[in-house]
């Protein structure tokens, strides 16, 4: 069985950093992508980006590139979400999520439960 | 990047009814790689259809999807109490970043 298991919920004041993580197991960790998506409280959905666990190849979101660094750890199935300086506007819930093939023209299938993060001073 | 608009933005219908729900592109999608998610208040979001018509494992069939180019729409045939919900369609045509739509609240009437 697919299980993504996210870490559990942070509270953070502005220009502290943070990495949010995400445990896969139930499947080859290497040979799916796997994504962030964040959605702030009573808003929608949004892709933040997404990395490919075998070489770690990484496309963000244009509205996310350079504000969060997405990496993943293939030793222990588990992808990362992390910022360098929080901001109030950080505040929100995260999601990570598994593509349902392993081509990334595939939608999101497997999500975890999702962590949120509460950014105030 | 595509951009998704969702329409209507709720719908209010009462069970047993039936719901159409739009999702229209800003160009093309690409091979109809559209997706449609179900998300209830506190869970995460669920994959109900992909590639504009098929079904995920586990979704009942009276959730159907369809459409193509730039015009898509999700139908719930017969609602029952727990497919109040807001729904999102999501392409994934382009290469990476993908795009959602902003959502449809389906709520009882």
């Known amino acids: 069985e697919v299980q993504l298991v996210q870490s559990g919920a942070e509270v953070k004041k502005p220009g502290e950093s943070l990495k949010i993580s995400c445990k896969a197991s139930?499947?080859?960790?290497?040979?799916?992508?796997i994504g962030w998506v964040r959605q702030m409280p009573g808003k929608g959905l949004e892709w933040m980006g997404i990395?490919?666990?075998?070489?770690?190849?990484?496309r963000y979101s244009p509205s996310f590139q350079g504000q969060v660094t997405i990496s993943v750890d293939k030793s222990i199935s588990t992808a990362y979400l992390q910022w360098s300086s929080l901001k109030a506007s950080d505040t929100a819930m995260y999601y990570c999520?598994?593509?349902?093939?392993?081509?990334?023209?595939?939608?999101?299938?497997?999500w975890g439960q999702g962590t949120l993060v509460t950014v105030s001073s | 990047e595509i951009v998704l608009t969702q329409s209507p933005g709720t719908l209010s219908l009462s069970p047993g009814g039936r719901a159409t729900l739009s999702c229209r592109a800003s160009?093309?999608?690409?091979?109809?790689?559209l997706a449609w998610y179900q998300q209830k208040p506190g869970q995460a979001p669920r994959l109900l259809i992909y590639?504009?018509?098929s079904r995920a494992t586990g979704i009942p069939d009276r959730f159907s999807g369809s459409g193509s180019g730039t015009d898509f729409t999700l139908t719930i045939s017969r609602l029952e109490p727990e497919d109040f919900a807001v729904y999102y369609c999501?392409?994934?045509?382009?290469?990476?970043?993908?795009?959602f739509g902003q959502g449809t609240n389906l709520e009882i009437k």
């Open positions: 999520a598994r593509l349902h093939s392993t081509s990334w023209y595939s939608p999101a299938h497997y």
């Open positions: 139930g499947y080859s960790f290497i040979t799916y992508w």
């Open positions: 990395i490919y666990p075998g070489d770690s190849d990484t």
């Open positions: 160009q093309s999608v690409s091979s109809s790689f």
């Open positions: 590639d504009a018509s």
């Open positions: 999501h392409q994934y045509g382009s290469s990476p970043p993908y795009t």
